[in-house]
Structure formats: structure tokens, C-alpha cells
């Protein structure tokens, strides 16, 4: 299983790797005529934390769900390529000062500490807005009538936005500072509700929005389209509880990164649950994931097999 993933994502992030790189290095007329190519240092800031490794899960998944719904997964790259923008945008505006303050992310000084904390956020700005661009081309590309279309650009919207991972993200700075004591009590369940909350839309909804945004690119029946959600919701729960354990017990040579959640009194499944229970939840999920993948066959495979890695990786 092990070894099939990983050739998976392997063929997945080196075509995913090759359109990034040949998407920042282009400098001929844009798109649009009468618009100039970013300035070269907003490139440069973008290409800094884009270029930076990764698994790029949120690409493999956007092609998986295209495979599985008949399309082949190149002709989704672009969208693809999107979703992975949209995820490192998250990742430099959470590593701001104002936010996690990590100065370190994937083995590499963070983007604010390289380039400027105005210069990062711009970085930011620009990915998110440069994916939208790109998932509207790959929608033209595929010929998706205006409805269709439309759609796309929700699902990503709504996996993005105040509904969901930044929604996620507010929530989760505004929960910083639980001492201890303030879990315990009547106040427990309040702080269950909140974590789930949290992770459901932090993590989860991007998840979901690459799978939702493969199956639609792919115009996947409304029976495949709910599958892939659902599949999408449990397993990226798995995932944040997960990275929530890791982010205790993981080598953070492999992670690429300082704990900081400890430092910051975060909500965390480890903090109200423990450790094992927490690993075991994420293994629920797992199976509750690979359940949802029934109708699909063995073009799903991996999914599934993705759904088990999560919860026994170790970076």
C-alpha cells in the first residue's frame, strides 16, 4: 500500500511541480492584454514558498477525484496547481507574526523573515487570487457550460473562504490561551464543539473543495460528487488530528517546523483528548473515509490508500 502511494503521489507532485515552475517563470503577455506580469520580486516572494516542497495532497487530490469520475488527471492539472496556491497563501499569512509567528516552515525560514512581512502578505494576496484565475482556465479548457462553471468557483470559494478554512483559521486564533483548568468542567463541552469546528473548517474544507473541485471539472454525477465530500470531510479531520499529534510526538527535523501549538495554549485533540484517543479517532475517520469510496472500484485505490497513510505518517 505503502509503496503504491507513494508512487502515486510521486508521478502527481513532479506534474504538479513541472506546470508551477513553468507557471512562475512565464513572463510573456498575460492573459488578459493589458496587463503587465507581476513585478519580478512578488514573483520571486510567491515562487519562494510555492517551490518549497510539500506533499502537494491538495493537487492529488483534485486529480484523484477527476481519475475516479472518468477524467484524466492531467487535463485537471491547472486546478490542480490552484488548490496547492491557495493552501501555501494559508500557510504564509498563519506563519505571520500576527498570527502563529513561526519563523520556520519546511526546513526553510518562513516567508515574512526572507522577504518582509508586507512583502509576504502580498505573496499571499497573490496566490489566491492567481488560483481563482487558473481554476476559471482549466474550467474553459474542459468546455464546463456557465452553470457548471459556476459551481467550481463556489466549491473553491466556499473551501476557502470565510466559510471555511479562513473561518477555520479565525476560530482557531481566537481559541488560543485555554489554560488547563478552563477545559475542564462546564466549559468542556463548549471546547469540544469549538475544536471540531476548528478542524473541520481549517483543514477539512480545502480538502474537500480539491476533491469537490476534481469530481466538477470532471462533471461527476450528484451520487459522486456527495461520495467525494463525504470522503473529504472524514479524512481531512484524520489529517489535523494527526498533524495535532505530531506536532507532539513528531521529529520536528521531519516536520520542517517548530511545535508551536503548545507554546500558543491552542485547542488541540491531544490537549482534550490525549494522545491515544486521539490516534484512534483519526483512525475512524480513516475507515469512515474509505467507506464513503464503495461506488467508485478500484480507480479509487488511492484514495483509500491515501486515507491509511494519514494516520500512520510520521512527518
Not at 498570527?99 to 509576504?120: I, Q
Not at 483512525?283 to 464503495?294: G, I, V
Request: some cysteine; charged content about 25%.
Amino acid at each position: 500500500m505503502i509503496d503504491r502511494l507513494e508512487r502515486f503521489l510521486s508521478q502527481r507532485s513532479a506534474w504538479v511541480e513541472r506546470e508551477l515552475e513553468r507557471l512562475l517563470k512565464a513572463s510573456g503577455p498575460a492573459p488578459i492584454p493589458f496587463l503587465a506580469p507581476a513585478p519580478a520580486l512578488l514573483r520571486k516572494a510567491m515562487g519562494y514558498s510555492l517551490m518549497a516542497g510539500g506533499k502537494r495532497l491538495r493537487p492529488a487530490l483534485v486529480m484523484a477525484a477527476a481519475e475516479c469520475c472518468g477524467v484524466p488527471p492531467r487535463r485537471v492539472l491547472k486546478a490542480a496547481c490552484a488548490l496547492e496556491m491557495i493552501h501555501t497563501y494559508s500557510l504564509i499569512h498563519d506563519d505571520l507574526p500576527a498570527m502563529d509567528d513561526d519563523d520556520l516552515r519546511r526546513g526553510r525560514p518562513t516567508s515574512h523573515k526572507v522577504f518582509g512581512e508586507g512583502m509576504a502578505i502580498l505573496a499571499g494576496d497573490g496566490l489566491l487570487t492567481w488560483a481563482f484565475e487558473l481554476t476559471a482556465e482549466n474550467a474553459a479548457a474542459l468546455r464546463l457550460e456557465g452553470r457548471a462553471a459556476a459551481l467550481l468557483v463556489r466549491a473553491v470559494s466556499a473551501g476557502a473562504g470565510a466559510r471555511g478554512m479562513v473561518g477555520g483559521q479565525a476560530a482557531d486564533l481566537s481559541a488560543e490561551g485555554w489554560t488547563d483548568a478552563s477545559l475542564r468542567g462546564s466549559k468542556a463541552g463548549a471546547a469540544r464543539a469549538l475544536l471540531r469546528y476548528i478542524h473541520v473548517h481549517k483543514t477539512a474544507a480545502l480538502i474537500t473543495a480539491s476533491l469537490e473541485a476534481g469530481a466538477l471539472l470532471a462533471k461527476a454525477s450528484p451520487a459522486r460528487q456527495r461520495a467525494l465530500r463525504k470522503y473529504g470531510r472524514a479524512v481531512g479531520l484524520a489529517f489535523q488530528i494527526a498533524d495535532d499529534v505530531l506536532d507532539i510526538v513528531g521529529d520536528k527535523k521531519k516536520l520542517g517546523k517548530r511545535g508551536s501549538d503548545a507554546d500558543n495554549l491552542k485547542l488541540t485533540y491531544p490537549r482534550l483528548f490525549g494522545i491515544e484517543r486521539s490516534r484512534r479517532m483519526a483512525r475512524e475517520l480513516s475507515a469512515e473515509a474509505k467507506a464513503s469510496l464503495e461506488l467508485f472500484g478500484d480507480v479509487a485505490d488511492p484514495l483509500r490508500d491515501l486515507a491509511d497513510f494519514i494516520v500512520t505518517r510520521d512527518h
